[in-house]
């Protein structure tokens, strides 16, 4: 295929690209959804790693970003979104303008990975080791999710102190929040409940 920055050329050679991570995502995939700003593909986190790979070898070298949603009560509960771009790099990755001309993709290609997980266990593989950016996001999320990222290399809190008693983004967190000050010493403490007359 010619390269060209045509929009309907670049949309089909995307759309053949995203048949590949369907297939990589196997029994995993939920969906595949092409999308006006970006395409989407949703999977239990099983597949997110085989996923990742064909990713990566195309030229997927950005992690944007990553967040977390609490669904609740809907099942699965737990999202873990992922956003991709693949940024041409002249000096490092020569290569990725052929590969890309040869597909139809436009240089900057976008993807968004939707991984779901429940509640009795929300465990997601972490992308750390193929992306460092995904360190402090996945610390985050567990902080304020309670999702573990398995394999990662310092899964503790991130903003709150480390004997801080759930996740504070869970629909399920009381409203209220918890009773909670720093003493002298810098370790929480719990303090009795307002008095509300």
Known sequence: MPETHDGHTARAGM???????VAAAGDHLLEAVA???????????GGLLPVVDRLRAQGFNHLLDIGGVDHHPLRPRFEIAYHFTAIPLDDVRADWRRSAAASGMKDLARLRLRVFTD???P?????????PSANW??????????????????LRRLLNPDDWKG???????????????FT??????????LNES
């Open 167 to 181: 996740h504070p983004l869970r629909k399920d967190y009381p409203l209220r929040g918890l009773e909670r000050r």
């Open 35 to 45: 999308a006006a700003d970006m395409d989407e593909i949703a999977l239990y986190p």
């Open 123 to 131: 465990v997601v593989p972490t992308l750390s080791h193929l992306w």
């Open 137 to 154: 996001p996945e610390r985050e999320i567990f902080d304020l999710f309670g999702v573990r990222f398995e394999g990662h290399p310092d």
């Open 184 to 193: 002298p010493g810098g370790r929480l403490g719990a303090v009795p409940p």
């Open 15 to 21: 759309a053949q690209f995203v048949e590949t991570l």
């Open 119 to 121: 509640d009795d266990d």
